[in-house]
């Protein structure tokens, strides 16, 4: 029988490893930069069209190389970063695998011309799928300029799976970000279709960080700064009361390289105890500096991932050193024996706090810092019954005004925001429906009530009915926004002062990508200057009820959290409208809203679950209920 086993031919090889190096256009970016900071340079420009699947140019003023250097960079692992077994131990630089050009090239069309800072000539190479085009001496400015063009062209099934462009373009701005951050005293710019969406002059890490981030982010920072003789640890935690709901901005580096871990963002967390809003994220950019032998890099080769010797250590002192800095810079609450810290901290979070907070807090037990310090406690019997009573009391606190206000606003005071973007309720104009029905028509009708301002219980014929209030109007929005774009007729209220709003620069580029959409539901948004847009007008319903500014700006956090899922752009932003509009978890309805709500959820075309895949409603039968009772 003839030997069947053979190598493979270099262009086949190659394809194997760049779809584990080049997964998609921001993975060309991140190794063509990281090796452009490899070469000392202090000037750095990307260049991106059709989010890196037509064009990813990266122009840098590094050391350049020589003809020989030019073309032996992209042969499979020819690197000049390592020269034995134990330089991997003893890593600094951003690249030493020798992967990364032999990869890109095998997979795209690529053109480099680089020419050392002390030569007069530099050299041009153009390949094509991992075959030398053309070899030449060219005239260009030192330093190193290549260009990829046609990623993915001979792996059509890897350039379909591509996302669409404002995804893609997202990945790129994620990985030109991580590496901005990481080299502050290097200028950057990034130009995607001719416009230029980052300018970043050399400074220190805060100001790269609010010309990431924008200049309001200046007043989110809190300085971190510990050291130890293992470990030193420097950087910045945003403030509790800044935190998003989406993910995005925490960064780690180790010795300068940025990495993912779930453990160590679990150690951050875990330092703002009590001090973040439920589902949020804080802020953070924190570097690590350790000696390279206690650490593996060369475990992924995206090497994102890393293995530390001691990585508990690390984990204790990484919280230890974030809430020392909470605490130094007083957004750690004081310690007072005499009051339970989560309702102390409950109004350092939320500037105006509901009326039912004591209510909601009433199914976690007392928190031990509610009792007195020291031998002041009772002894005995009687230490166990006052105990007891006072948590009774805390328990109950509250429930009596609750009850004797009820869910609705007293006479005279504002009522509560509108369910929808309507601007009366149907039920308030004379000669409506509603406004018929008898006061013994409505006893019949068993009118809904509302648990915890966050669940509306409505009886029906064949037991009871528990909706969840966000839930179903983020429904009842996403149907109505998704008619208005597919009919294009929302109706515009301008404003009489119009307002300007100022986003990052990824943001502003977000806005910029679905700005003819948004404006297709009312709103009336103009650019206005770099990464400035000014708000002209409003959808009519909406005018006067909500802050325009934080609307927008809800919109696009929650659009960043749709851009993963396969949908158009058109379904993308009628649920991010929807979640940012909707009624929230802890808001009070009256009964005329609650019912108004359960009838338009129920007139729905798909009313059982919300656009993110909550359930809207549950139903318990008596039967069901009657078994819950039985011994």
């Known amino acids: 029988m003839a030997d069947i086993i053979q190598l493979l031919p270099d262009a086949i090889a190659n394809q194997i490893a760049a779809g ?78 020798g992967e990364a050009l032999a990869s890109i090239a095998a997979i795209a069309h690529v053109e480099m011309r680089t020419r050392r800072q002390s030569d007069e000539l530099g050299t041009l190479i153009q390949m094509e799928g991992s075959e030398v085009k053309s070899q030449e001496a060219c005239q260009c400015s030192g330093g190193t300029a290549l260009s990829v063009k046609n990623l993915f062209f001979n792996v059509p099934a890897r350039r379909n799976f591509l996302k669409s462009n404002s995804l893609e373009m997202r990945y790129i701005i994620d990985e030109f970000q991580r590496i901005a951050i990481a080299n502050p005293d290097i200028f950057f710019s990034l130009h995607h279709n001719g416009s230029e969406v980052f ?38 935690v945003g403030k509790p009361e800044f935190a998003k709901k989406t993910r995005g901005e925490q960064y780690f580096y180790v010795n300068n390289r940025f990495i993912k871990s779930s453990y160590l963002n679990h150690a951050v967390v875990s330092a703002y105890e009590n001090l973040l809003p439920a589902d949020t994220y804080p802020l953070y950019v924190i570097f690590m500096e350790t000696d390279p032998a206690r650490i593996d890099i060369n475990v992924h080769p995206t090497k994102q991932e890393i293995k530390f010797e001691d990585e508990r250590l690390v984990y204790n002192y990484l919280k230890v050193a974030v809430r020392h800095s909470l605490g130094q810079y007083s957004i750690m609450p004081s310690l007072d024996f005499d009051i339970d810290t989560n309702f102390a901290n409950a109004t350092r979070i939320k500037p105006r706090p509901r009326r039912d907070e004591t209510v909601r807090s009433a199914s976690s037990p007392p928190s031990s810092s509610a009792r007195p310090a020291g031998n002041s406690e009772p002894a005995g019997d009687d230490a166990r019954r006052a105990n007891n009573l006072r948590n009774w009391q805390e328990l109950y606190e509250g429930l009596d005004a609750f009850d ?34 008898t006061g013994t028509e409505r006893q019949q009708r068993k009118e809904p009530y509302q648990v915890h301002n966050t669940y509306i219980a409505s009886q029906i014929k064949s037991g009871l009915v528990l909706i969840d209030q966000q839930s179903a109007h983020e429904r009842i929005l996403y149907e109505r926004f998704l008619d208005v774009l597919k009919q294009q007729k929302a109706s515009t209220q301008n404003q009489l002062f119009p307002r300007t709003l100022t986003l990052s620069p990824n943001d502003a580029a977000l806005l910029k990508d679905i700005l003819e959409q948004v404006n297709l539901l009312g709103f009336d948004i103009q650019e206005f200057g770099v990464n400035t847009f000014v708000i002209n007008g409003l959808p009519a319903e909406m005018a006067g009820k909500q802050d325009e500014v934080e609307v927008i700006e809800s919109l696009l956090e929650q659009y960043k959290g749709e851009l993963d899922v396969k949908l158009d752009t058109r379904e993308q932003i009628a649920r991010a409208m929807a979640r940012s509009a909707a009624i929230k978890r802890g808001q009070p309805l009256s009964a005329g809203e609650m019912q108004m709500l359960i009838d338009q959820l129920f007139a729905c075309q798909a009313p059982f679950k919300s656009p993110s895949g909550r359930n809207c409603f549950i139903t318990f039968e008596l039967d069901e209920l009657a078994k819950r009772f039985e011994g």
């Open 199 to 236: 300018h970043l002059p050399p400074g220190n890490l805060r100001q790269r960080l609010t010309g990431i981030f924008g200049a309001n982010s200046n007043k989110k920072l809190v300085p971190v700064a510990e050291e130890t003789d293992i470990l030193k640890l420097t950087g910045f």
């Open 20 to 97: 584990e190096v080049i997964q998609r256009p921001a993975s060309v970016v991140k190794e063509l930069m990281e090796n452009s900071i490899d070469a000392g340079s202090t000037d750095i420009k990307l260049v991106v069209k059709e989010a890196g699947k037509t064009l990813i140019q990266v122009i840098d003023n590094g050391c350049g190389m020589t003809e020989t250097d030019a073309r032996m960079s992209f042969e499979r692992h020819a690197t000049s970063k390592i020269r034995q077994a134990k330089d991997l131990f003893a890593i600094r630089t951003m690249g030493f695998r």
């Open 404 to 437: 004797s206000e009820g869910p609705a606003e007293k006479p005279g005071a504002p009522g509560p925001k509108p369910l929808t973007l309507e601007s009366n309720w149907h039920q308030d104009q004379p000669g409506s429906e509603e406004s018929k029905i």
